[in-house]
Structure formats: C-alpha cells, structure tokens
C-alpha cells in the first residue's frame, strides 16, 4: 500500500468572491503494481474506494481499496478492466473489454456488475454508478440508462442539439448526474423527470461523475488561459456552490466520487508517475 497524504486549500467559486478552505487533506492513492497510472473512480459510506491501474505491461486492472488493503478486480478473460461505482453493500459497477481498452484496436466494451464475488455481464458500454437501492446507471453508445430491476430505461437530455448524453452517478433519492455534448460539454442534474444544466462559471466544459445522498455533485471542467491552453480541475457543487478542487502542485486534477459523509476521490496528474487517485477530506 502507498499512500501520500498532504494538505492543500481549495477555492469556492461565489457569485462575487474567491475564498478557501485551508484545512482540506488530500491523500495519495498509488495502487501497488501501478506503473503506468492509478484512478480512483467511487468511494462508499464505509470508505471503500474502487478504481483502475495499469501495469507495466500496459493492462489496467480494477481495484477494491478496503481499509488499506488492495484487491484487483479483473473481468474474467478481459484484457481491460475498470470500477467506476460503488454502493454500500459493497456492490461494483464498471467496464470491461475483451481485447484491448484502445477504442482503435478493438475495443469492444461491456459493463458489468459485482456482488459477492460474481460478475454479471450488462451489455452497454460502461456501468459507471450504483446506489443502495440497486440502481445503476451508466453509458448506452450515444445515451446513457437506468437499470432498475431487470428493467433498463434509456435516458437522453431533451435540448435542442445534443448528440451525446452518458450518466455517470445515482445517489438513494434517485437523482441522477451526466453529461450531454451539444458543441461542447455540460453537465446536468435530473430529478424527478427534470433535467438541470450544470456549468462551472466560465468553464469551456463541465463534466458531472458522482452525487450523494445530500445532494452534493463532483465532477471536472476545463478553462482556457489567455494563450488558449486548457486546465483541468475538480469540483463540488454544494447547495449551489462551486468548489474547485486542485491537489497542490498537480496540472490536471478530477474528482470522480463522494460518499455522504463528503470523502471525494478521484485523480490528477504527477510528472513522474502519470496519473495518481486521490482521497480528499474536507475536515
């Protein structure tokens, strides 16, 4: 196990003002084998975190993070395997692909979903998120769905334009968070049969990947400096407050995750090790 941990402040984006939170604890998750990058990509109420690495060979493998031991996940026969979601029976949701996880080289991807140690194949793209209830949702080639029972309903962002629309989190309350791509990419909320555009205040895009019970949403977005160079950076949005989350030092960073005791995870980049995860604690 490697772990790094180190505390940073984050910036809340106000209608008027910048402020910071000094005391927000990031923690490095480096998956043992990792040599190419790790991803932390869920994290439950008991603080389980799943995610991707990949080896020196080149395969990426899931990851179950339980308390400080790690336990790789592979799809049986898979030659790429990803976990995106977890819920608080300790449930699994991801990707997986036979051949190879290079859409140019004959990716063919399935979703899957993990219970006790059994797989079970759910023929879509990628199963990205799962509450307690069951619940999952994920991507379907060009529009995403919910899987509720054996039942799958399509889901597609009703506005003019939208060629793309993938979800990516559910929380217990049945919201759902995702994305939709017109000319460029925005997030979105839906609750009760309403979709809510979602937009980091002067981000060229925005990007929705978890929600809790409480409602809170992180995700990632880009901005263009003067040069016309794009910057990645996290986020929480917070009863209608967005918080941009950067792990000190780190050019690029995503939160993927939150659980509802407010734990985000996700990763960012490091010049010597490529991608790292990370555990972010508010308090």
């Known amino acids: 196990m490697r772990y790094r941990s180190f505390v940073g402040a984050i910036l809340i984006i106000g209608a008027l003002a910048w402020t910071s939170r000094a005391n927000a604890t990031f923690t490095t998750i480096d998956a043992p084998g990792a040599a190419n990058g790790t991803s932390a990509g869920g994290i439950n109420a008991g603080g389980q975190i799943v995610g991707g690495y990949s080896d020196a060979a080149g395969n990426n493998h899931a990851f179950l993070l339980d308390h400080g031991t790690f336990t790789t ?3 049986p026969g898979a030659a790429c395997t990803q976990a995106i979601g977890i819920n608080a029976r300790g449930q699994i949701v991801g990707g997986y692909a036979e051949k190879s996880c290079n859409p140019f080289a004959g990716m063919v991807p399935h979703g899957f979903f993990l219970d006790d140690g059994n797989f ?10 799962i509450n307690n209830r069951g ?10 769905f919910l899987l509720d ?3 799958v309903t399509t889901i597609k962002v009703p506005f003019a334009g939208v060629r793309i629309t993938f979800c990516s989190g559910i929380n217990d ?4 968070v995702g994305g939709y791509f017109d000319t460029t990419s925005h997030g979105f909320l839906l609750d009760d ?4 555009t979602i937009d980091v205040p002067g981000a060229t895009s925005t990007t929705p990947n978890g929600i809790n019970d409480r409602g809170q949403i992180v995700g990632g977005y880009y901005v263009s400096d003067p040069t016309g160079n794009q910057h990645g950076h996290g986020f929480l949005l917070d009863d209608g407050n967005f918080t941009t989350i950067d792990v000190p030092g780190a050019p690029y960073t995503n939160a993927e995750g939150i659980n509802n005791r407010g734990e985000i995870v996700g990763f960012y980049f490091d010049s010597t090790k490529g991608s790292l995860g990370f555990l972010l604690d508010l308090d």
């Open 120 to 129: 079970t194949t759910i023929d879509v793209t990628r199963a990205r998120g």
């Open 149 to 151: 029972r054996g039942t």
């Open 135 to 144: 619940q999952i949702v994920g991507e379907a080639g060009a529009n995403c």
């Open 173 to 176: 309350r049945g919201q759902i």
């Open 73 to 75: 996940i592979d799809f």
């Open 193 to 196: 049969g309403n979709f809510t």
